[in-house]
Antibody, heavy 116, light 112 residues
Framework: QLMGSGGGVVQPGTSVRLSCVGS????????MHWVRQAPARGLQWVAS????????SYADSVKGRFTISTDNSNNSLYLHMNSLRPDDTAIYYC???????????WGQGGLVTVSS | DIMLTQSPLSLPVTPGEPASISCRSS???????????LDWYLHRPGQSPQLLIY???HRASGVPDRFSGSASDTDFALVISRVEAEDVGVYYC?????????FGQGTRLEIQ
């Protein structure tokens, strides 16, 4: 399973870190992702890190502000979110997938609200 | 970026009747492995998205066999043979062939 934490109400321009801890699957073998859903909007991919942890990819809307990272020693995935804007308000989900996507697991989602 | 266009965006269905959702890609989703990197998800209210179909036509573990997927290189379909009340939610197609990973707009299935 994937257990997420972090989030809450934050002011524009500030930072927050989301975390997900994986268990009962080979954490180091799979790619990891962050996907978000803004209020009344569809799903939007945010960032991915490859299974070998060497390749990181970001949506244009968060590039330069968000950083995805992992700590394989404690099966943890992170999303460091800087310079937050009101349009970053969303439920953020962590996800892990095998390469051919036959294994797919999502965290429960954490709400980040960016508001003054 | 690869654009995915779903139709319809709203789908009212009577229980027991079939339902079909289309997803058209702006470019081929055929990977060099021979697989098509298109997945289908169901997002129920208040829950995390659930994988239904991966690689265009492979049913995910635990998914009822009333769900099926068909695929060409750019045209994909999700078919529910007999809709049940628990199938209510928003259905998304998603391409994992290249980044940025992209989703369709979503199709809201409701029970009539």
């Amino acid at each position: 399973q994937l257990m997420g934490s972090g989030g809450g109400v934050v002011q524009p321009g500030t930072s927050v870190r989301l975390s997900c801890v994986g268990s009962q699957f080979p954490f180091r073998s799979y790619a990891m992702h962050w996907v978000r859903q803004a209020p009344a909007r569809g799903l939007q991919w945010v960032a991915s890190i490859s299974s070998d942890r060497n390749t990181k990819s970001y949506a244009d809307s968060v590039k330069g502000r968000f950083t995805i990272s992992t700590d394989n020693s404690n099966n943890s995935l992170y999303l460091h979110m800087n310079s937050l804007r009101p349009d970053d308000t969303a439920i953020y989900y962590c996800e892990t997938t095998s390469f051919y996507r036959d294994f797919d697991l999502w965290g429960q989602g954490g709400l980040v609200t960016v508001s003054s | 970026d690869i654009m995915l266009t779903q139709s319809p965006l709203s789908l009212p269905v009577t229980p027991g009747e079939p339902a079909s959702i289309s997803c058209r890609s702006s470019q081929s989703l055929l990977h060099r492995s021979g697989y098509k990197f298109l997945d289908w998800y169901l997002h129920r209210p208040g829950q995390s998205p659930q994988l239904l179909i991966y690689l265009g036509s492979h049913r995910a573990s635990g998914v009822p066999d009333r769900f099926s997927g068909s695929a060409s290189d750019t045209d994909f379909a999700l078919v529910i043979s007999r809709v049940e009340a628990e199938d209510v939610g928003v259905y998304y197609c998603m391409q994992g062939l290249e980044t940025p990973i992209t989703f369709g707009q979503g199709t809201r299935l409701e029970i009539q």
